[in-house]
């Protein structure tokens, strides 16, 4: 039998649903033998950093809240199988309504999701949200913790901010690092 012919789709989820969905089609794939039809089903995603009571904790976030990409070959049932299974909702497709085809991905939109992903998952603290002079932030960490304030400069190559902020009737400007404070 020869190669067959793959094409990057976008399957719809429940938003919150989508690592459940992403185990239902890859059991589903894999309980009726149809791994030669689906190779891959991934949910792009990205690490950011908080902090949580003082420690740096990392987390996932998904880039493309209710959406699943799969790299299948959508022949015979196969698309009516994976539409049909818990927290899916169908493909995405260039018309609405429940039975129409569904539009394969561009080879370069899927080079640039899986390159933003492969670039994010070498990346470790390059990802850290970045803030706005005059935007007001919150201090979570350190002996300010729980106090409001201002930025006022962002030292970028340091990961630091310099937060103006009211203490005791007086403003001081404070430097903090970037996962020190969160934004209001």
């Known amino acids: 039998m020869g190669e067959i012919s793959k094409k990057w789709y976008v399957v719809r989820a429940a938003g919150g649903k989508e690592k459940k969905a992403?185990?239902?089609?890859?059991?589903?794939?894999?309980?009726?033998?149809?791994?030669?039809?689906?190779?891959?089903?991934?949910?792009?995603?990205?690490?950011?950093?908080?902090?949580?009571?003082?420690?740096?904790?990392?987390?996932?976030?998904?880039?493309?809240?209710?959406?699943?990409?799969?790299?299948?070959?959508?022949?015979?049932?196969?698309?009516?199988i994976i539409r049909n299974l818990p927290h899916v909702s169908g493909f995405l497709s260039e018309k609405a309504g429940k039975d129409k085809e569904?539009?394969?991905?561009?080879?370069?939109?899927?080079?640039?999701?899986?390159?933003?992903?492969?670039?994010?998952?070498?990346?470790?603290?390059?990802?850290?949200?970045?803030?706005?002079?005059?935007?007001?932030?919150?201090?979570?960490?350190?002996?300010?913790n729980g106090f409001d304030g201002t930025v006022e400069e962002i030292i970028e190559d340091k990961k630091k901010l310099k937060v103006m902020v009211k203490i005791f009737g007086r403003k001081t400007l404070l430097e903090l690092n970037f996962v020190q404070v969160v934004k209001e």
């Open 102 to 144: 569904p539009v394969p991905l561009r080879m370069s939109e899927v080079n640039r999701i899986l390159g933003r992903v492969d670039e994010l998952a070498d990346m470790e603290e390059e990802n850290i949200t970045p803030f706005i002079v005059g935007e007001p932030v919150k201090v979570i960490d350190g002996p300010f």
């Open 22 to 80: 992403k185990e239902y089609i890859e059991n589903e794939i894999k309980r009726l033998g149809l791994t030669d039809y689906v190779s891959q089903v991934l949910i792009p995603t990205e690490k950011i950093y908080q902090v949580k009571n003082g420690k740096k904790v990392s987390m996932e976030r998904i880039f493309y809240p209710g959406y699943i990409l799969i790299e299948a070959a959508l022949t015979g049932e196969i698309q009516h």
